[in-house]
């Protein structure tokens, strides 16, 4: 079975295998959920940052899944789901859980936002552990879990992306898989976004968290991974990598000011696009630099290492510190988020998530005995 179309199994061997962490893609990660604080902290002047972080984001996370399931049929001949999603469990799950649990009582206790009087907490805990923030739901639940849209849109994702790529693996149909998942995505949007101009155009927050609207990213990350030689390829030169890294950019730095920028639809069409197209050249260049990142970046590469836990708790702590509103924060307000949002993920990653880390690695060694029991 060849795993890239055109390639055979000894080209596939040397694509999927195993790299150490790259510099480059924390960077990158640092980068993306640094804009995503700034969204958050100044709305009103970086309005379209914390979509061009997500976008980011995205594309990051369809190049490092789909490289994890490649290695998987290259050594296995197929992809081992109950592996997968439980790794998947280990690596997003305590960061969570500790989220919504500090949530769940902050609330209960002090109903800061005015939850507990609502009376949805309950549906917010649903909508956040079952990875539904995406889609309309038939119940109300709190804007303190707006960022987990992003979350669900990944996770819907990964349950159907394995298996059809695996299909497509199967009978050398990348290509084929690629072109009709970006067809059918951009279809959905098209729909989505028309009728809510024409009819609801007031809706266009519902729309913007919609998996189908910026789904395009996980499968242009996907593209890049089962073609990553080819891409590797086209940056090869110094100077073409050096004006393709400047160009990127430069893109991405303007599409962070793009006005309104989860509401209108150009941004849907044109500005997503392009972020996505940016995104994917700077995804390329890092994971194909061989040397070490400049030590000036490393302040970024450890953000990009708590990134996830930045992420999920940094619209919450604005949210508690403002009094429950994310317009016109005060300028200490908005540095203080950011710090505290740092502080919080730096202890995530040494607490909750290094708990998760290690019963991946105890999961990994039953599942190995397991294995090899069975054989």
């Known amino acids: ?70 290695r998987d049929v290259e050594r296995h001949r197929e992809i081992r789901y109950g592996r997968f999603y439980a790794h998947r469990a280990f690596r997003l799950l305590p960061a969570l859980i500790a989220f919504l649990g500090v949530y769940a009582i902050v609330e209960l206790a002090a109903d800061v936002l005015g939850d507990r009087s609502k009376g949805i907490i309950g549906y917010t805990l649903l909508a956040g552990f079952g990875h539904l923030k995406d889609i309309p739901l038939p119940f109300d639940v709190s804007m303190a879990i707006g960022p987990l849209w992003t979350l669900a849109a990944e996770e819907q994702f990964y349950l159907i992306w394995p298996a059809l790529l695996v299909w497509a693996l199967r009978r050398n149909r990348q290509a084929r898989l690629l072109w009709w998942s970006a067809a059918v995505v951009l279809s959905l949007m098209t729909a989505t976004v028309l009728a809510m101009l024409v009819l609801a155009p007031h ?36 100077r073409l990598r050096r004006a393709a890294l400047t160009g990127s950019i430069l893109v991405l730095a303007a599409l962070v000011f793009f006005p309104k920028a989860n509401e209108t639809p ?6 997503g696009p392009l972020a996505m197209a940016a995104a994917a050249v700077l995804v390329v260049l890092a994971a194909s630099r061989t040397r070490p990142m400049p030590t000036w970046t490393r302040p970024l ?27 016109d924060l005060p300028p200490l307000v908005a540095v203080s988020a950011i710090v505290l949002t740092l502080l919080i993920a730096v202890i995530s990653w040494h607490t909750v998530e290094r708990l998760g880390r290690m019963a991946r690695e105890r999961f990994d060694r039953h ?9």
Do not use: C, K
């Open 203 to 238: 809706l266009h927050s519902l729309v913007y968290a919609l998996p189908t609207t910026w789904g395009l990213g996980l499968i242009v990350g996907s593209a890049l991974r089962l073609y990553r030689n080819h891409m590797f390829s086209w940056f090869s030169g110094d």
């Open 367 to 375: 599942y190995a005995a397991a294995q090899d029991r069975r054989r």
């Open 266 to 271: 150009v941004f849907f069409f044109v500005g």
């Open 1 to 70: 079975m060849t795993l890239l179309a055109g390639g055979t199994v000894a080209t596939a061997v040397l694509q999927t295998t195993e790299r150490p962490r790259l510099g480059g893609l924390d960077v990158l990660r640092g980068a993306a959920v640094g804009a995503v604080l700034l969204g958050h902290s100044w709305p009103g002047i970086f309005q379209g940052a914390g979509i061009v972080g997500v976008i980011v984001f995205f594309v990051l996370s369809g190049y490092l899944i789909t490289g994890v399931l490649l």
């Open 301 to 327: 590469q450890a953000l990009g290492t708590v990134s996830y836990a930045a992420y999920l708790w940094n619209y919450i702590v604005i949210l508690w510190l403002n009094g429950g509103s994310t317009a």
